[in-house]
């Protein structure tokens, strides 16, 4: 099989080419090897080849029934585990660990057929939304290579974009499928909470705000590997259900008709480019003109609170996984990257009383995301305020970087972090990326969907947060957008 040809094709298309012997796995890992080698050079894509784990496999496929069998895949090198293999997180501090089991969902992706032949880049533990790790160097956008494919399963959407595979493992805390998604002109679904497992090294990660999915091309490869991964485990903490006929089968289904709200303000009050002002606008007339009732609205909720409500948790949970680490590892703080400390330190001097309050607003932000979905099916809104960073754009000065060591040594980090100043940074941070963390919070569905670019070419998503258990909704909802307003075709010209 030529690259032209494989490129053209999605999971379930290679999928269904296999299983009537018009091609092989061998013959597709092979190109997928090609392009791997050919790309990944620019775009630091894939940080672990899985070579010989692959070949056994695709030479081993017997059973071509899976309904992803013989698609070549790539997984992301966090919570995706393989046992026996290498697995670091983005972080210096693990690198040449081994796990010792496989991750629930790689299981379920192998069982359904994939061939695994690689681990995506990351940042260090998952913990931004640009994919710049010190331990294995930045991830660039196929789009534009001095721009971050966003993060933190950038790897896994540069890869897909770059048409190494067709679609690629990644998971989502605040964002993390999504940002890339949306970065890479590609489209990301974030599944309901306890939908799919994070086991078995977690029964939940992040409180529950972590899940885990896929960043494809086409939305039907989505929807068969959401009917692959969805279900509790034995070790899950939550009974979660499925729609009564397959996701992959609801997408048969019209969409009935939605009443949906959008809005382009800033979920902090940061900026909005034009550019993702206008992605929304046009998605919202695209709606109407669908038949679809679509009005400006928003929830009522203070943005700021749930960021700061979003930043607490995450800096306790990335303090828990640094001091994990170094547990197992025997690793010392300088092992890691300076932001990664400078959020452990914020998170341990958050005490018990306020991370239960922290939390108690996490459900309170449900409840007012409920009430605006008991009027509206879809909130609207852009998936990122403007079209993809800089590389760079969002490290940290090194003087603010040495202050935070200084104030952490002097035992000052909890007065500094209630600060302004702190605040500040904290929603610089965020301001490209502040429209996903609700969803993680509240544990509803959402997906980018790459329906805008701008004029210098570089995508920019819409995204599309619903109630919870409405994945067959927001698939129906993509799929008529896919058809009405085709992705698939652009690709960059890498």
């Known amino acids: ?242 729609p009564e006929t397959s996701y992959l089968q609801q997408l048969s289904v019209p969409v009935r008709r939605l009443r949906i709200g959008f809005s382009t303000a800033s979920f902090i009050g940061t900026p909005v480019h034009q550019d993702a002002v206008d992605a929304v606008q046009q998605a919202a007339s695209l709606l109407a003109g669908l038949g679809h009732d679509v009005e400006e609205a928003a929830p009522r909720i203070d943005g700021r609170q749930v960021a700061k409500d979003w930043f607490t948790a995450w800096c306790c949970m990335i303090a828990r996984e640094v001091a994990h680490v170094q547990e197992t590892t025997g690793a010392s703080s300088r092992a890691f990257e300076p932001d990664t400390r400078a959020m452990a330190a914020a998170g341990r001097t958050v005490g018990a009383t306020e991370l239960m309050a922290t939390l108690e607003r996490w459900h309170l932000h449900t409840q007012a995301l409920a009430r605006f979905h008991a009027q509206y099916d879809f909130w609207l809104t852009p998936t990122v305020s403007a079209e993809p960073l800089a590389l760079g754009a969002l490290n940290t000065p090194p003087l603010l970087a040495h202050l935070a060591e200084w104030l952490d040594a002097l035992g000052l980090t909890d007065l500094a972090r209630k600060t302004p100043p702190f605040e500040k940074r904290v929603f610089e941070t965020m301001a490209w990326s502040s429209f996903t963390q609700l969803a993680n919070i509240t544990g509803r569905p959402a997906m980018s969907v790459p329906l805008y670019w701008n004029q210098a070419g570089l995508p920019l998503g819409v995204h599309f947060i619903g109630a919870l258990h409405t994945e067959p909704l927001l698939l129906q909802l993509a799929a008529q957008l896919e058809q009405t307003r085709p992705w698939a075709y652009r690709r960059p010209a890498l």
């Open 1 to 242: 099989m030529r690259f032209d040809e494989y490129a053209q094709l999605d999971a379930i298309g290679m999928a269904t080419l296999v299983r009537q012997g018009e091609v092989s796995a061998d013959e597709l890992l092979a190109v997928a090897m090609a392009r791997a080698d050919a790309v990944n050079p620019r775009i630091n894509a894939i940080i672990r080849r899985l070579d010989q784990h692959a070949s056994e496999r695709a030479k081993g496929l017997i059973d071509t029934s899976g309904v992803f069998a013989g698609v070549p895949f790539l997984v992301k090198d966090l919570l995706q585990d393989i046992a026996g293999e290498e697995v670091s997180g983005g972080s210096r501090a693990l690198i040449g660990q081994r796990a010792t089991q496989t991750a629930d969902v790689t299981a379920r992706w192998e069982a359904a057929g994939l061939i695994t032949f690689g681990m995506t880049n990351t940042p260090e533990l998952g913990s931004k939304g640009v994919t710049e790790p010190l331990a294995f160097g930045p991830t660039r956008n196929p789009w534009a290579l001095e721009r971050t494919p966003g993060g933190s399963s950038g790897g896994s959407a540069a890869a897909v974009a770059a048409g190494i595979v067709p679609m690629a493992g990644g998971n989502d805390g605040g964002g993390s499928i999504r940002i890339p998604a949306a970065a890479c002109g590609l489209f990301g679904l974030k599944p309901s909470r306890g939908l799919v497992s994070v086991g078995p090294a977690y029964a939940e990660a992040f409180f529950g705000g972590t899940t885990q999915g896929v960043i494809s091309r086409s939305v039907r490869d989505t929807a068969a590997s959401l009917d692959v991964l969805a279900g509790a485990t034995p070790g899950s903490p939550y009974l979660t259900r499925g």
